[in-house]
């Protein structure tokens, strides 16, 4: 028996040990949600219709190359739609050459024939599915990069909803929602480009003359700082892609002392953008961000591995322009469908009031047990302490985000913890009104409660793990405390509970309980 | 220490007052739901477009109410929103037509109309919440499926426990709560929010742990006592739980009367919850979930019983009731 109660001694001790110090300290480890804390709340759409644009236009350049290199003549090759060309004047004599190509490397794309030298390709509706699931995956990806940059504890980056095509994105304790949004939406595509000419208007670029093929209109800002429109044709190929960008910082101009961003490049990128800058000594070289000519310096020699992008950046903007060029681009953009903040201070009000009525609800019971049970309530309280003691700490272990909702959880299992101490005390008293000594009524009570205790907790455990398993957010966050609470209450409320009522008996003969 | 002495009280006896009284209480809150056209959804489901404008100077929230309907929005909901610097005000438009862009233009309105009309006093600082159409019915219906599929566990595992109709028992007492309590909360007045979800499954755990207690003690003394009809066994088994189903509902009630109290407005509705669930869901068990059972055991003896009518002995038979 003394044997017995030692390793139980040692087991609980080693419990409460082990929880102790696996939430102190408690600022530290126990993670509050936003509700509680404050922050930024987004959902957003990721347009995938984007994504289908970008392969559309891919494949379109491909195969018109692949058709000069295979000496298949054709008039033009036109987007009609996303996910769908239409090749136009293609030699009549070469349909079964034509046909197997677009067959053999676009299998992607189903190929219809037209008749008179006209085919169509459209994108498959299995491809398109993948391409979807694909763009979401990366999409979350490269915001969960961006956001780890800016040092949110506890972001949640998370598919959401039944279309397949949403985000939720949780930044708690941010609360510069402008930053945020700007970070996580810009789509950060970075290229550089060859640069033909600059003026105030298309026109004035173009003077007239058609657009040399093999080039883009790009808008920009003027070299010169002003504010107005300025334009400038760009080599539609560019050199460098964010891509290949081996890694990006925000560094400071030592000239003019303003922010810039500097970036180093993959080594394969670098030998081609030595090549590229030796050729081109004298032109200009767009840096292009999201379509839009941030600036253009004039290539001074050959550049190997190294570059700075200059523009009138702040700090800040320096700093997310460089978080955005690491994380690379987006693949399609991003449409906000909801969006929330919760000012910090306001979360800061509500917590602040509802630890005060907690603790004010938990003394009130405290001292009702203490008073009702007499020595009996010092052991449901020790049962009780223990039980919020674990709780904390497992959601400590699992960093687990405190939410009101977990709150509700905390409570419904101080409620069932109480309930199992109380289901036992009555039992106790119950027997012993019966005539049986303490021992044996002790014994008793806890072998006739133990399944009652089994049952009630389990029931709801199982109600929670489905509320887990088909719940979101709030829910989950209730679902989670309560399986930790349910859990340790039982090892509480019957082996604890049941140890301090046998190690305060042993030894001893006991006439009456304190209870 | 005993407050409450043993009570032998014929619960079973009062079945049909209770199932007034509740009958009572949950038209009396579907009607309210009815009259107001619908429970009140808060700002997490409310499909609309809220403004949280800064101001300058503290603004008279009754020249921004004039200002908005002069503007053609007269059904915004308009509070304070900051307590401290109590510049911030919350604009709130319900979504009329049904698709964003009309949530986005009526953003741009109120701010217009709030940049044009009041010159003296300007807008700092402006942040805008929109929910289009799609989220709201999709946390509105994945609160309500999992809550549901949490139910049918429930069910499933207390009535392999138990027997299957004590399951069916425990669920509808459940369902019973729920439905009493939405109804108070409409009656209310306070808002379905994410929050109030949660304390909505604090409530079904609640409840059906209290359930459960009753129905083990039963279970109990049905193997002790075999020959005592079932009725008699509920009620000596209510009335030796009861002492403990008023002790620990009283303690639980002390901790969220004190949150409903002391816990602030961002805590009102959730804590409300949490206090009439407590009640509810306590008189359920009692008042619910045992007729139920009782009934189902007296439909699916009684044929069996007529049959054996000829060979039963009289007395046999009343025990069996």
């Known amino acids: 028996m003394r044997k017995n109660l030692r390793w139980k001694a040692a087991l609980i001790l080693a419990v409460t040990g082990l929880c102790v110090w696996s939430f102190y300290p408690p600022e530290e480890k126990i993670k509050l949600g936003l509700d509680l804390k404050g922050g930024i709340h987004l959902i957003m759409k990721v347009n995938t219709e984007d994504a289908l644009n970008a392969v559309t236009d891919e494949a379109s350049e491909i195969l018109g190359q692949s058709l000069d290199e295979e000496s298949i003549a054709f008039d033009a090759i036109e987007k009609e739609e996303a996910g769908k060309l239409r090749v136009t004047g293609v030699d009549g ?22 008749g008179g030298g006209q085919w169509e390709l459209e994108y498959r509706q299995a491809a398109r ?95 010169t700082g002003g504010t107005d429109k300025y334009y400038y044709l760009v080599e539609r190929v560019p050199v460098i892609t964010g891509r290949d960008l081996k890694n990006a910082r925000r560094s400071l101009d030592y000239d003019t002392n303003t922010p810039n961003v500097s970036f180093t490049l993959k080594p394969e990128a670098a030998s081609r953008f030595q090549r590229e800058t030796r050729a081109n000594i004298g032109r200009q070289l767009a840096i292009v961000l999201d379509n839009n000519v941030v600036s ?33 681009a987006l693949p399609a953009s991003l449409e906000y469908q909801e969006e929330r903040t919760v000012g910090p201070s306001l979360g800061a009000d509500s917590i602040r009031s509802g630890v005060t009525a907690s603790l004010v609800g938990l003394a009130a019971v405290v001292l009702f047990v203490l008073f009702y049970y007499r020595l009996s309530g010092v052991n449901a309280v020790i049962a009780l302490a ?116 046998d190690f305060v008996l042993s030894g001893r003969q006991v006439e009456a309980l304190s209870i | ?31 309210d739901i009815a009259r107001k056209g619908g429970l009140r959804y808060g700002i997490d489901f409310s499909e609309g477009t809220i403004v949280y404008p800064r101001f300058e100077k503290t603004p008279q929230i009754e020249e921004i109410r004039r200002v908005l309907s002069n503007a053609g929005i007269g059904e915004a909901v308009i509070q304070r929103y900051d307590r401290e610097e109590m510049n911030l005000v919350m604009i709130r438009v319900e979504r009329r037509g049904d698709d964003t862009v009309e949530l986005d233009a009526t953003a741009t309105r109120i701010l217009d109309a709030l940049r044009n009309n009041l010159p003296d006093n300007e807008l700092v600082d402006v942040s805008t919440e929109i929910v289009g159409p799609v989220v709201g ?77 009753i129905f083990d003690r039963v279970r109990e003394n049905r193997q002790l006592a075999r020959r005592t009809s079932l009725r008699e066994i509920m009620n000596l088994s209510i009335n030796q739980t009861l002492r403990r189903t008023i002790l620990t509902s009283g303690l ?70």
């Open chain 2, 252 to 321: 639980t009630f002390f901790a969220v009367v004190a949150l409903y109290a002391l816990g602030g407005e961002v805590l009102r509705g959730f804590s409300f919850v949490l206090v009439t669930g407590i009640i509810i869901g306590t008189y359920s068990s009692i008042a619910i979930a045992s007729p139920i059972v009782l009934w189902w055991r007296r439909y699916r003896d009684r044929p069996a019983s007529q049959r054996r009518k000829a060979k039963t002995k009289p007395e046999e038979r009343a025990a069996r009731v």
């Open chain 1, 93 to 114: 004599t070469k349909d079964s050459a034509f046909r197997t190509l677009v067959e053999t490397n676009f299998g992607s794309w189903e190929v219809l024939a037209r």
């Open chain 2, 1 to 31: 220490m005993d407050f409450i002495g043993d009570t032998s009280i014929d619960w079973l006896k009062y079945r049909w007052y209770f199932i007034a009284f509740s009958l009572i209480v949950a038209s009396i809150g579907v009607l």
């Open chain 1, 296 to 328: 253009a310096p004039v290539i001074q020699s050959a550049i190997y591995d190294q570059g700075q992008i200059t523009g009138n950046f702040t700090v800040e903007e320096a700093q997310d322009l460089a978080i955005k060029l690491r994380s690379g």
């Open chain 2, 137 to 213: 019915e999709t946390l509105r219906r994945q609160a309500r499926n999992a809550t549901l599929f949490a139910m049918g566990a429930m069910l499933l595992y207390i009535g392999f426990r138990f027997e299957p109709i004590y399951g069916v028992g425990a669920t509808v007492a459940v369902f019973h709560d729920v439905v009493l309590t939405l109804g108070l909360v409409s009656v209310f007045n306070h808002e379905i929010s994410l929050n109030i979800i949660a304390a909505f499954l604090f409530l079904v755990g609640y409840s059906v742990n209290d359930t459960i207690v």
């Open chain 1, 129 to 223: 599915s993948i391409l979807r699931e694909e763009t979401v995956a990366q999409a979350i990806e490269t915001i969960r990069r961006r956001v780890d940059e800016l040092g949110v504890a506890e972001p949640v980056i998370a598919p959401h909803g039944d279309s397949g095509n949403q985000i939720l994105v949780q930044l708690p304790g941010f609360d510069d929602i402008e930053r945020a949004k700007g970070l996580i939406r810009e789509t950060a595509k970075l290229e550089l480009r060859l640069v033909q000419g600059r003026g105030f208007s298309e026109d004035q670029l173009l003077g007239g003359r058609p657009q040399p093929p093999g080039t883009e209109i790009l808008s920009g800002i003027a070299e």
């Open chain 1, 386 to 501: 223990l039980n919020v003691l674990i709780l904390v700490a497992a959601l400590a272990y699992f960093s687990a985000t405190l939410t009101l909702p977990g709150i509700a959880g905390v409570i419904l299992t101080i409620g069932v913890g109480v309930d199992a101490n109380v289901l036992i005390f009555e039992r106790i008293k119950e027997e012993m009104r019966s005539g049986k000594t303490p021992r044996t009524a002790i014994s008793a009570s806890f072998g006739k409660v133990f399944w009652t205790i089994f049952d009630a907790n389990l029931t709801s455990l199982v109600a929670a793990v489905i509320l887990f398993q088909f719940g979101t957010g709030p829910v989950q966050g209730f679902a989670v405390t309560l399986s930790i609470g349910l859990l340790s209450n039982m090892f509480t409320a019957i082996f604890v509970s049941r140890f301090i009522f």
